[in-house]
C-alpha cells in the first residue's frame, strides 16, 4: 500500500504537480462543457413546463447546483486545509486557496439566482428564505477566509491561518443552518420559502444533476488553472521554474 | 544532553542555514556566533520549538522534541530579544507571575532576593513603566537567579547591561553550567564564563 | 420540443428577465473567471521570464570584462 | 493545571484593572450604540420594546468585539505570549485562562449594565432579567469564538476589521437564541429552549475554542 500513498506524496511535490495540472485542465474543460450543453438543452428543450411556476422555475437548473456548488467547495477547502496542517504538504494549502475565489463565485451566483427567482415567485429580490440566509452566511464566511489570506504576506502562514478559518468555519455551518432554520420557522412559518422545490419530474432532476456536475467540473479546471498560478508565484525563485519559464519562452 | 542535526531555516523565499548540526552535553554552553540576519535567533527559537525547522531534527535527552513537547518545554528556560514583562506591574509581580506561569511558583522572599542580585532592590514596587530600558532588561534576567530548569536558551542576554550587570549575568550562566545545565546564547562581545566547555558555532557564510 | 418560436423561447413564459438574467449572471461570470485568471498567469510567466533573463544577462556581463 | 489557569486570570484581571480606560471605554460604546437606535427609529414604546432583544445583542457583540484585538496583541509585542507558549502545560489552558479573564473584563460587565438599558427601551421586567440571563449564558461563547479570530489576525495591519470580518459570521447562531431568549419571553411564551442552545453554544465554545485559538498563536508566532 505504501507504495501507492509514495506517489501520491510525489505528486503532492508542487514541483511534478504543475506539468500534471496542466495536463488535466483542457480535460476537465472538455467534460465541463458537454455536462453543460447536455444539462443545459434538457433543462431549458426538454424539460416540460412548471403547474405552478410556469418557465420561471427553470432558474433551478442554475440556482441549485449553484449553491450545492458553494457547500461542496467550502468542504473540499476543509479538506485540503486538514491535509495541510496534518501532513505539512504546502500544495494542500494552495489547493484551498486556489478553491475559495470559485466558492466565493458560486455562492454569489447562488444568492443571484435566488433572488431573480424570489422575485418572480414571491414579489421580492430578497427572501428570509433559511437556506438563502445561510447561504449568505456562506459567503461571509468566503470572504473572511479570502481577506484573511490577503492581509498576510508571509504564504506559509497564510495557508496555516486559512485552514484553522476553514475548519473553524467547517464546524460552524452545520450550526449556522440549524440556527437559522430555527429562526425562519420561529419568525416567518415555514410560508415563505424555497425548500419547497416543484415536483421534480425525471427531466428536470436529470437536467440538474448535469448542471451540477458540469459547475464541478468548472470547479476543478479553474482551481486547476489558479493553482498553478500560485504555484509559480511561490516557487518563483526555484531552480525548476526557472527552466519551467524559459523554456515556455523558447517553445512560443 | 540537547542534539541538532542537519537543521535547515527557510525565511520567505531565502534559506538561512541548512546542514547545521551540534551536540551539548550537560554542563556546556553553546555560544552562537554570526552577522546580523545569518538566523541565529531562528535557530534560537527553532530549539525552544517556537518555530519548526524546514529540514533536520533536534533531540533531548535522546528523545525528538517535537514529541516530548510539554516534557521538554518543562526543562527549558527561553529568554528572547523581548524581556516578556508586562509594563503595567511592578517588577516583583511580574516576577512572581512568570515563576507561577512557568510552573515553578516563586517565594516572595526569594523573588526580592533574586530583584536585589540584578540590582533593582528598592524598585520592586515601581510599575515597570517607569524603569529604564536597562533596568527592563534586569527584570527579565532576574528571573535566571532562581532558575533550576536544565536547558538555557538566552538570545543575547548582555544587551543594554552596563558592565557589572553583564558580570553578573555571566556568573549566574556560569553557576547554572557548574549544576550541570546546558546554556545556548548569542552575544556579539565575547563573555568568559567561568564554566566547563564552551563551544562555538558559526552560522552564515 | 418544448417551444414553438425562438421568440415564444426568448420570453419564457414571461418570465424572460428573471430566467435571461440568471443564466446571463452565470454564464458571464464562468467565463469571466477563466480568463482572468488566464491572464494572470501569462503576465506572471512573462514578468518571470524578463526577471531571469536580466539576471542571466547580469551574470554573463560579470563574469567577462570589456 | 488549574494553578497555571488561576495565575493567568488573576494577571489579566490584573492588567485590566490597570488599565480600566479600556473595559469603561468598550462600556461606554455599549451604551451609545444602543442609545441611537431610538434616535433613529423613533421613540414609540411598542417599537422600541420589539426591537429592544435585537439591538442590545448586537450591540453586546459589537462591544465584545472592540476588546478582542487586545486579547493577545500586548502579550504578542511585549513577549509574554512566548512564554506563555513555552510552558510546560498546554497553550490551549492558558488560552482558556485568557478567554475568562476576557469574559469577566467584557462579557460580565455588559450583562450587569443590561438591565439599565433595557428600561431605556421600555422591556417588561420579565424580559429584562429573561435578557440579564441570556446575555449571562452567550457572552463566553462570544470571548470563545473571538478569541480564534484576535489569534488569527495576530499582528496584522488592519487586523481589527478583518477580526469582526472574520468573528461576526460566526457569532450569528449566539445572536439568533440570545435575542429569541428575550423575545419569547417578551411574548409570553417559554425561552427554555433557547438558554439551553446559549448554554450549548458556550461549553462547546469554551472548550473547543482555545484548542483551534493555541492553534492559531502558534502559526504567529513562528
Redesign the interface.
Known amino acids: 500500500m505504501n507504495n501507492r500513498l509514495l506517489n501520491w506524496f510525489k505528486f503532492a511535490s508542487p514541483q511534478s504537480f504543475f506539468p500534471l495540472a496542466g495536463k488535466m485542465i483542457p480535460g476537465f474543460w472538455a467534460l465541463a462543457v458537454i455536462f453543460g450543453v447536455a444539462g443545459l438543452y434538457l433543462g431549458f428543450f426538454v424539460a416540460p413546463t412548471d403547474a405552478q411556476q410556469g418557465e420561471g422555475y427553470r432558474i433551478i437548473f442554475l440556482h441549485v447546483p449553484a449553491a450545492w456548488m458553494s457547500m461542496f467547495i467550502y468542504l473540499v477547502m476543509a479538506f485540503w486545509a486538514a491535509i495541510g496542517l496534518i501532513y505539512k504538504t504546502r500544495l494542500s494549502g494552495m489547493m484551498a486557496s486556489a478553491l475559495a475565489p470559485t466558492g466565493a463565485m458560486f455562492t454569489f451566483l447562488a444568492l443571484w439566482t435566488g433572488a431573480f427567482w424570489g422575485k418572480p415567485m414571491w414579489g421580492a429580490w430578497w427572501v428570509w428564505d433559511a437556506r438563502l440566509t445561510s447561504e449568505l452566511i456562506l459567503f461571509f464566511l468566503y470572504i473572511g477566509f479570502i481577506a484573511l489570506q490577503a492581509a498576510i504576506d508571509d504564504p506559509r502562514r497564510a495557508d496555516k491561518a486559512g485552514a484553522i478559518l476553514a475548519l473553524v468555519g467547517v464546524v460552524n455551518i452545520p450550526i449556522i443552518y440549524f440556527s437559522v432554520k430555527w429562526w425562519n420557522t420561529l419568525h416567518q412559518g415555514a410560508s415563505v420559502s424555497l425548500t419547497k422545490a416543484p415536483s421534480m419530474a425525471q427531466t428536470m432532476l436529470l437536467a440538474m444533476l448535469l448542471c451540477a456536475l458540469a459547475f464541478w467540473m468548472y470547479s476543478v479546471a479553474v482551481a486547476l488553472m489558479r493553482v498553478r498560478g500560485i504555484i509559480l508565484e511561490r516557487e518563483r525563485n526555484s531552480e525548476w521554474v526557472k527552466q519551467q519559464v524559459t523554456m515556455a519562452a523558447a517553445g512560443r | 544532553m540537547l542534539e541538532a542535526s542537519n537543521l535547515e531555516c527557510v525565511r520567505g523565499e531565502r534559506r538561512l542555514f541548512a546542514g547545521v548540526g551540534f551536540r551539548l552535553d550537560a554542563g556546556e554552553l553553546l555560544s552562537l556566533q554570526g552577522a546580523n540576519g545569518s538566523g541565529k535567533t531562528s535557530l534560537l527559537r527553532m530549539l525552544c520549538g517556537l518555530t519548526a525547522p524546514a529540514a533536520g531534527e533536534i533531540r533531548w535527552r535522546g528523545q525528538a522534541t517535537a514529541k516530548l513537547g510539554g516534557e521538554f518545554r518543562a526543562e527549558l528556560c527561553y529568554l528572547g530579544h523581548h524581556n516578556a514583562i508586562k509594563e503595567e506591574l511592578t517588577p516583583l509581580e511580574n516576577l512572581l507571575t512568570s515563576a507561577r506561569l512557568a510552573g515553578e511558583p516563586l517565594a516572595e522572599d526569594n523573588a526580592l532576593d533574586a530583584l536585589e542580585t540584578v540590582g533593582l532592590a528598592g524598585r520592586e514596587d515601581l510599575a515597570c513603566r517607569y524603569l529604564s530600558q536597562g533596568q527592563k532588561r534586569r527584570v527579565a534576567l532576574a528571573r535566571l537567579v532562581h532558575e533550576r530548569r536544565a536547558l538555557w536558551i538566552l538570545d543575547e542576554p548582555y544587551v543594554a547591561l552596563d558592565v557589572a550587570a553583564v558580570d553578573m549575568v555571566a556568573g549566574l550562566i556560569g553557576a547554572h553550567l557548574q549544576r550541570g545545565g546546558l546554556a545556548v546564547l548569542t552575544t556579539h562581545q565575547p563573555v568568559a564564563v567561568a564554566a566547563g566547555s564552551i563551544r562555538e558555532l558559526r552560522l552564515g557564510s | 420540443m418544448v417551444w414553438n418560436s425562438f421568440s415564444d423561447f426568448l420570453a419564457m413564459g414571461g418570465y424572460g428577465l428573471y430566467v435571461w438574467g440568471s443564466v446571463g449572471a452565470t454564464a458571464l461570470l464562468m467565463m469571466l473567471e477563466p480568463i482572468i485568471i488566464a491572464r494572470r498567469n501569462s503576465a506572471l510567466t512573462t514578468q518571470l521570464q524578463r526577471q531571469f533573463r536580466a539576471e542571466r544577462n547580469q551574470h554573463t556581463q560579470r563574469r567577462s570584462p570589456a | 493545571m488549574l494553578?497555571?489557569l488561576k495565575?493567568?486570570v488573576a494577571?489579566d484581571l490584573?492588567?485590566a484593572m490597570?488599565?480600566q480606560a479600556d473595559i469603561v471605554s468598550a462600556l461606554f460604546f455599549f451604551i451609545i450604540v444602543v442609545s441611537l437606535f431610538p434616535l433613529g427609529v423613533g421613540p414609540e414604546a411598542d417599537l422600541l420594546r420589539r426591537l429592544a432583544p435585537g439591538v442590545l445583542w448586537v450591540a453586546a457583540l459589537l462591544a465584545t468585539m472592540l476588546s478582542l484585538p487586545r486579547l493577545f496583541a500586548?502579550d504578542f509585542?511585549?513577549?509574554?505570549l512566548?512564554?506563555?507558549?513555552?510552558?510546560?502545560?498546554?497553550l490551549a489552558v492558558?488560552v482558556f485562562g485568557k478567554t475568562l479573564a476576557h469574559w469577566l473584563s467584557s462579557g460580565l460587565p455588559l450583562t450587569l449594565l443590561s438591565p439599565l438599558i433595557g428600561a431605556q427601551f421600555d422591556l417588561p421586567a420579565d424580559a429584562v432579567w429573561m435578557l440579564v440571563l441570556a446575555l449571562l449564558i452567550g457572552t463566553p461563547a462570544l470571548s470563545a469564538i473571538g478569541a480564534?479570530g484576535a489569534a488569527?489576525?495576530l499582528g496584522?495591519?488592519?487586523?481589527g476589521v478583518?477580526l469582526s470580518?472574520?468573528v461576526?459570521?460566526?457569532y450569528?447562531?449566539v445572536l439568533?437564541?440570545g435575542a429569541?431568549a428575550v423575545d419569547a419571553t417578551a411574548g409570553g411564551l417559554g425561552a427554555q429552549a433557547h438558554l439551553s442552545?446559549l448554554g450549548a453554544?458556550s461549553l462547546a465554545g469554551l472548550f473547543?475554542a482555545p484548542w483551534?485559538t493555541a492553534?492559531?498563536l502558534?502559526?504567529?508566532?513562528?
Open positions: 494553578a497555571l495565575t493567568v494577571r490584573r492588567l490597570r488599565r500586548d509585542r511585549d513577549g509574554t512566548e512564554q506563555l507558549a513555552l510552558g510546560p502545560q498546554p492558558a480564534i488569527l489576525t496584522l495591519r488592519g487586523g478583518l470580518l472574520l461576526l459570521p460566526l450569528i447562531p439568533i437564541f429569541g442552545v453554544l473547543f483551534a492553534a492559531a502558534r502559526v504567529a508566532l513562528e
